[in-house]
């Protein structure tokens, strides 16, 4: 007699991550891709609570409804959840189709913040207003320049020992273009973080490290350059060094020294979710890029060792998808987007906690932002998409001919 089992009503932790990674597109049954997801999605739900927390006391203050900002960056979110699902689902070369109108959108865009459509806010022109939607371009240029780059790059791998092959297009005139358009207006801290995009797009597609260093010590010139023509840089770089007012509560060193407070304060476990006394107006943009203090005040070291260790293991389950992709476009792609966003984690970091000066660049999937929420969650559902192996293409078995009877003439 056959006994037949009832099927067991829980779901096994590894059964989920395989349903998910199906749901992807993904039935080579590989259970890092679903990890990639799950780390995204809880820093970004630990974005929206340090939102609600960080900016309810000022929007109360300046009379607003308190959970406007949170609503908005929950809208915000689940866009780029449902654009990054979305992406996931595409295959390479769908990717690489969307390189050249990516950038064109871009150029565009960060040309028009220099009409009337632009708006500046904090001393800095590079954010579109329109239909009461503001929308910052070059967040959105940083995953299109890395599409773009990498669909050149894949494309002249057999000439990029050429030095003229490695920097036309790619260096100029097209990251000339961009990096131009950030810097004039204002915004050293995203230039700088396209810089480095470049720069991993250089090194994941193959340039030689001749050209590499030679436009690396370009780039660096030119912040130096930049910072040193604009007197509130000179006076934040003075303030970190020591020989500016980083001691005077009131001075340009006040925002960075407030959040040293809050994380100081903050101790080993915190002082409680919601409970943080500097977010009461003595950090500005305390719910922007000084959100990691905030964090820090409420849920202590933990908390900050425990965003740090999520950012850890996305890294490493990126890299350890990257390593089974033969792809070049795919490699290149994925390497700058996680490299991108990694990096542009460790500098607002060490901008908050005072090993950098401050230079105004969010925390990924955590600072209050639509543009910076959307293009990081689209560059990962890019990542998703690329490195997704590719079906086999199936091979029709030649015909065998049979031999000819003896005697019999072939056609």
Known sequence: MTVKLPPSAATGRGDVLLRIGRWLGDESGDRTRPVILAV??????????????????????????????????AMWTAAGVAIMFGLARLRTRHIRWLAWPLLGAAV????LVFTPLGMTVNGNRNWLGFGGFTVQPSEFAKLALIVWAAAVLSRKQALLHESKHAVVPLLLPTGAIIIGLV?????LGTAMIIMMILAATMFYGGVRMKVFGVAGI?????ALVLAATSGNRVSRISSWLGAGSADD????????LHGQYALASGGWLGVGL??????????PEAHNDFIFTILGEELGLAGTLLVLVLFTVLGIAVFKVIARTQDTFARIVSSSVITWIIGQAVVNIAMVTGLLPVIGV???FISYGGSAMISSLAGVGMILAVTRPQPAQAVRPKKQRQPAPAGAVRP
Not at 41 to 59: N, P
Not at 108 to 111: C, K, N, Q, W
Not at 274 to 283: F, H, L, P, T, V
């Open 40 to 73: 995204v999605l809880v820093l970004a739900a630990l974005g929206l609570i340090e939102v609600a927390s960080a900016s309810s006391v000022e929007s109360v203050a300046a009379g607003k409804n308190p959970y406007d900002l949170p609503l908005k960056q």
């Open 108 to 111: 565009v865009s960060l040309g």
């Open 183 to 187: 810097a004039f207006g204002h915004d």
């Open 218 to 222: 370009a780039g660096a010139v030119l």
């Open 249 to 256: 509560s009131q001075g340009v060193g006040y925002q960075a």
């Open 274 to 283: 919601g409970q943080s006394r500097q977010k009461w107006n003595w950090i």
């Open 362 to 364: 969010p925390l990924p």
